[in-house]
Each structure stands twice: as C-alpha cells, then as structure tokens.
C-alpha cells in the first residue's frame, strides 16, 4: 500500500498508576497486548499495541504510571513513560474519574502544560461515578486548557472506546503503515510471554510478593509437532519469597503454569509447554542488564 491514501501515527496512553491504561489499551487493540491487573504499577516496560482501523494504523505507547518516583527502579520507569509520550504524535490523558484530580494526575497536568503538549482527555470508570460529578470533573479539566477532546468511557465494559477510535483515524497523519496490518504488537513473544506468567504472579498472589519478582523467558522452542516448549525463570530476592511461590508442595507454583500456560495457548493459538523455575537474586533491582532487558534507563 502506498503513502497517498494511508495513515499512521504513535499515540501515547499516560496517567497516573491504575487508572485504566492496560485495560484501554487491550480494548483499543482488541485483544490482550498489556498486563493488567487489580494492583498498582505494574506495567515495566513500554509496549506497542497495534490498532488497524481501515486506512488508518494506530500504533498505541503503554507507558508504566507517572507518578513520584522514590526508588531507582520507579525513576527508570517514570523516565520510560515521559520518553514514550515525548515520542508520540498524540497523547491520551487517563484520569480515573473517581479518583479526579488527584496529586499524580495534577503533576502530570502540570507538566505537559509546561512542555506546551496538548492532549485528549479520557475519563475513564465512568461506571464508578454519577453524571452531576462527572460534568463538574470535565469543567476542571476543561479549566488547564491543555485539552483538545474530552471522552467519557469504561474502559472495563468497553463503553465509548469506539468514539476515541473515530477521533484518532482522522487525526493521526497521512503517511506510510509502519507495521504489516496483522502484527499485533512488536513484543517479541518471548516478552509477550513472561507478561502472561508476570501477570499470574500478581493475581495468585496478591500483597505476598513485592513488585520486585521478575520472569524471564529462558528458553523457547517451537516443536516439531506445532507445539512451543517455554521456560522460564522467576527472580526473588530472598528465600522467603520463593517459598511463598512455590506453596504447600509446590502446589502454588503449580497453579501459576496452569494458569499462565491456558493464557499462552489463547494467544499464540497453538499447544504449549511451560516450565517455571524459581530462583533467588538479591538486588535484581540493581543490576544494571535487567533495566536494559526491559528496555529502561537505568541512569535516568
Ligand atoms: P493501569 O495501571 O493504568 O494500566 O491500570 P489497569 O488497566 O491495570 O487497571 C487498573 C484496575 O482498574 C483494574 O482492576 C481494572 O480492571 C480497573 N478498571 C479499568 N478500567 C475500568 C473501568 O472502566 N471501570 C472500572 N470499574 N474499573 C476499571
Ligand atoms: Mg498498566
């Protein structure tokens, strides 16, 4: 297809933590592209979801939450997601609305206003918060003067998605695809699925496990038979973590390949074969090869 009658763009989802970005994103793309889960932060590195929407491709920027970063591993992050909307051609502002303006969303206002960025708000949780609250909320927003579009969604019921998707076609730029409209995402799978396993962690274990934990695909092998065998490793810091995750004999970690390996078959469309190992490494946060793995500075 040639560049005369096609359109492209990078659009960045920014928000503080746990507003509904994954969630958008998985609902803008179709399918499921970005770990999303009940707790805060956990989105680490920055992935592509890919939207083709007839003639026009949108190519979406999941960033991790800008917030207040105290460690090194949350400047690396936040970092990653001030990049990744440096390099979009539009940004979309995640506010949970039933959270408003709360101080991470008001930094993050306050910081696009100085760059001079302009962006599209989008107030997500409708489903949380009555019509009354909701209009006072747009006033406030309304009031920076940093918004060219307002859009009112759940992105959990998927309520108003298909209005941003209209907006976007005709704003992104004429111009080339940037990607062979049936690539999802350009995560390479072996990320995709150490995603999936990462995910489980979070929803089999709740508080238990500090953000810390890390998986890594080790190995991967595509079969003979059709099937792919997986294996990978995940990172603790102490001994006490790794008996957490494994569970009364082994029955915990047991559920989490289950769990992870049914997610990967969805995706991948094909059989497949997961073997988890658990592992300790004091301070993963930091080593300086893991920031790069995933693609973050560990410098910033
Ligand atoms: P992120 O940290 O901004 O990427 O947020 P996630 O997409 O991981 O979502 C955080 C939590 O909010 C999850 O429990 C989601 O199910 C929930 N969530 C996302 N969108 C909605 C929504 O429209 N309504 C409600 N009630 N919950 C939502
Ligand atoms: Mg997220």
Redesign the pocket.
Known sequence: MTGSDTRCGFIA?I????????????QLVGCKV??????????RARILGISQQGKAQLIFI?T??IFIPRRRLDRAMVSAAWVGAGDADRILL?V?S?RGMDPNTRSIVDRLKKKGGQADLIL?????VDKPKLLALTNKFNETGLFNEIFM?????G?GIVDILSHLITRVKTGPWLFSDDQLSDMPQRVMAAEVTREQLYLKLHKELPYSAAVETETWQDQDDGSTRIEQVIYVQRDSQKAILLGRNGGRIKSIGADARLELEQMFGHRVHLFLFVKVREKWDDDPARYRDLGLDFNA
């Not at 970005?34 to 989105?43: A, E, G």
């Not at 997500?124 to 949380?128: A, G, M, V, Y």
Request: aromatic share 0%; no cysteine.
């Open positions: 989802i928000g503080a933590p746990n507003v509904g970005k994954s969630t958008l994103l998985n970005s770990i999303v889960s009940p707790k805060v932060q956990t989105t999941d991790p939450g995640v949970d039933s997500n949780k409708i489903d949380l969604i759940s992105a959990k019921s309520d």
